[in-house]
Nanobody, 128 residues
């Protein structure tokens, strides 16, 4: 059974950058689309970004929430053990617990459905 563990959260000032990591262990995550969600205080968990499993070629496809486009970048290691979320120009509205997730496709992750695995989350606080 694959397990997901997030790291990299912390307290930063507006405009700063953070890189979140999600380590997949206990099995291969190669066949999962991987993504990041976040849950701000008092709000529902929301989709942030996702990256596809490797298809017939070597290309991964990525999908982003509107709030993340142009500021965040998702990537995964070639051995599919690590998924990272590079977050730049952070804003106070980005404050949330960030969760790593594994699902069947970009579409299901974006829709928040058919999520096979969740991590326990890492807290990101953006405050001056």
């Amino acid at each position: 059974q694959v397990q997901l563990e997030e790291s990299g959260g912390g307290v930063v000032q507006p405009g700063a950058s953070l890189r979140l990591s999600c380590l997949a262990s206990g099995g291969t995550a190669a066949y999962y689309a991987m993504g990041w969600f976040r849950q701000a205080p008092g709000k529902e968990r929301a989709f942030v970004a996702a990256i596809s499993a490797k298809g017939g070629g070597s290309t991964h496809y990525a999908d982003y929430a509107d709030s993340a486009k142009g500021r965040f970048a998702i990537s995964r290691s070639s051995d599919d053990t690590l998924v990272t979320l590079q977050m730049n120009n952070l804003k106070p509205d980005d404050t949330a617990v960030y969760y790593c997730a594994a699902g069947t496709s970009l579409g299901t992750l974006n829709a928040g459905t058919a999520i096979n695995l969740w991590g326990k989350g890492t807290l990101v606080t953006v405050s001056s």
